[in-house]
């Protein structure tokens, strides 16, 4: 009858209030110009796996052929952690991650890299800065932190629920594809 075997596409559970806010935020941002969007520095945290075992291969073969098997490793394998920032200008740093993101941890990444990156690109004043709802950057001392800068660059409100949104995850993306194929600059880069 043409049906086949499929794995789920993984989307974000969206309640009717996520949804509510991201149409609200689309409405707000729909007559926006390239200029405007132009003043916007996305940031995001991303964990590469660099043994990834996700279980998506699939082979048909004969019992026992060494050529149709896979290695596996325990829990995941060998990950790195990584923060960055991006903007239309220019990309900015991406900054190793030794552990999970701390709102302390989180705060010294926007004083050490996030402020001057913003200074250089939008020197103007009139920046943005796009961060997620994660707990790390709506914690009350990452709140006050960005307050402290606000006279440099403001925060981008963003909807919850909106990781597809956020244009640094193309970046990710084609990073990810980098490491699953082992380059070796990317990955002297990482480690």
Same mark, same amino acid.
């Given at each position: 009858?043409?049906?086949?075997?499929?794995?789920?596409?993984?989307?974000?559970?969206?309640?009717?209030?996520?949804?509510?806010?991201?149409?609200?935020?689309?409405?707000?941002?729909?007559?926006?110009?390239?200029?405007?969007?132009?003043?916007?520095?996305?940031?995001?945290?991303?964990?590469?796996?660099?043994?990834?075992?996700?279980?998506?291969?699939?082979?048909?073969?004969?019992?026992?052929?060494?050529?149709?098997?896979?290695?596996?490793?325990?829990?995941?394998?060998?990950?790195?952690?990584?923060?960055?920032?991006?903007?239309?200008?220019?990309?900015?740093?991406?900054i190793r991650l030794d552990t999970t993101l701390?709102?302390?941890?989180?705060?010294? +990444?926007?004083? &050490?890299?996030?402020? #001057?990156?913003? @200074?250089?690109?939008?020197?103007? %004043?009139?920046? *943005? +800065?796009?961060? &997620?709802?994660?707990? #790390?950057?709506? @914690?009350?001392?990452?709140?006050? %932190?960005?307050? *402290?800068?606000?006279?440099?660059?403001?925060?981008?409100?963003? @909807?919850?629920?909106?990781?597809?949104?956020?244009?640094?995850?193309?970046?990710?993306?084609?990073?990810?594809?980098?490491?699953?194929?082992?380059?070796?600059?990317?990955?002297?880069?990482l480690i």
């Open positions: 009858m043409g049906f086949r075997s499929y794995r789920p596409i993984r989307i974000p559970l969206l309640t009717a209030q996520h949804k509510a806010l991201r149409l609200v935020w689309a409405r707000h941002h729909r007559h926006w110009t390239v200029d405007e969007w132009k003043h916007v520095a996305w940031s995001d945290e991303f964990r590469f796996q660099l043994n990834r075992v996700d279980r998506r291969v699939r082979v048909r073969r004969q019992l026992h052929k060494s050529a149709c098997q896979q290695g596996t490793v325990e829990v995941g394998g060998d990950s790195v952690m990584v923060w960055g920032v991006c903007s239309w200008r220019k990309m900015g740093p991406l701390t709102a302390d941890r989180y705060v010294s +990444i926007l004083s &050490d890299h996030l402020h #001057p990156f913003i @200074s250089i690109v939008h020197s103007d %004043g009139i920046g *943005e +800065i796009q961060q &997620d709802n994660a707990t #790390p950057h709506t @914690s009350r001392i990452a709140t006050e %932190g960005l307050q *402290e800068q606000s006279s440099e660059f403001r925060l981008f409100r963003w @909807s919850p629920k909106s990781p597809e949104m956020n244009i640094i995850e193309y970046i990710w993306d084609a990073l990810q594809r980098a490491v699953q194929k082992r380059s070796p600059s990317l990955l002297l880069l």
